[in-house]
């Protein structure tokens, strides 16, 4: 089955960089990571879950929800099957849990397989 | 991007009630709503998917009903491992730029 494995949690200062990465492996015959779309979903301390946006590893197509345009950039590296999540300039308010997820290339395709999270704490 | 708006953002019940829990989409999103249950320090899990289809493996006490612009989530009789907080999930959207709902968390009275 498919595993999405996250890269540790980190502690950071406002203003400093980060880039936080989510391995896939565990592909079924006849799939590899060009045959999702992988996702990113932030939590903030004590509330919901937000979708970020999307990658589509195959041909890098990337979006953005509104909310998260301009703060963040997903990219992926599909020669070892990984997807990071980029911060410029960290905020305190980017403290948060971040999933990476999977979810397949059809018209209503569902996040199914969910990374364990990597938590990023931003604090002077 | 579509807006998702879900209600009660918190309640209480106990071991037996029937719970409901509404979605509404700011758009028509046809069946493509999904429900997920979140455990504290868990990763969300998928119940439902397409409105009422049922993911392998979660109880048939779950059940989910709509289309178009309301949805809801219906727990049958409430058993102890179903206090957690549910999320609606549109995947309406192509490419997918997905909503959550706000999530309700379901407690013990």
């Known amino acids: 089955e498919l595993q999405l494995v996250q890269s540790r949690a980190e502690v950071k200062k406002p203003g400093e960089s980060l880039k936080i990465s989510c391995k896939a492996s565990?592909?079924?015959?006849?799939?590899?990571?060009?045959?999702?779309?992988i996702a990113w979903v932030r939590q903030m301390p004590g509330k919901g879950l937000e979708w970020m946006g999307v990658?589509?590893?195959?041909?890098?197509?990337?979006k953005y929800s509104l909310s998260f345009q301009g703060q963040v950039t997903i990219s992926a590296d599909k020669s070892i099957s990984t997807a990071y999540l980029e911060w410029g300039s960290l905020k305190a308010s980017d403290t948060a849990l971040y999933y990476c997820?999977?979810?397949?290339?059809?018209?209503?395709?569902?996040?199914?397989?969910w990374g364990q999270g990597t938590l990023v704490t931003v604090s002077s | 991007d579509i807006q998702m708006t879900q209600s009660p953002s918190a309640m209480s019940a106990s071991v037996g009630d029937r719970v409901t829990i509404t979605c509404r989409a700011s758009?028509?999103?046809?069946?493509?709503l999904a429900w997920f249950q979140q455990k504290p320090g868990k990763v969300p899990k998928r119940l439902i998917s397409?409105?009422?289809s049922l993911q392998s493996g979660v109880p048939s006490r779950f059940s989910g009903s709509g289309s178009g612009t309301v949805f809801t989530l219906t727990i049958s009789s409430l058993q102890p491992e179903d206090f957690a907080t549910y999320y609606c999930?549109?995947?309406?959207?192509?490419?997918?730029?997905?909503?959550f709902g706000q999530g309700t968390k379901l407690e013990i009275k």
């Open positions: 397409a409105a009422s």
């Open positions: 999930l549109q995947h309406n959207s192509y490419p997918p730029i997905y909503t």
């Open positions: 997820a999977a979810l397949g290339l059809m018209v209503g395709d569902t996040p199914d397989y």
């Open positions: 990658i589509s590893p195959g041909d890098s197509e990337t």
């Open positions: 758009q028509d999103i046809n069946i493509y």
């Open positions: 565990g592909f079924s015959p006849g799939y590899n990571f060009k045959s999702y779309w």
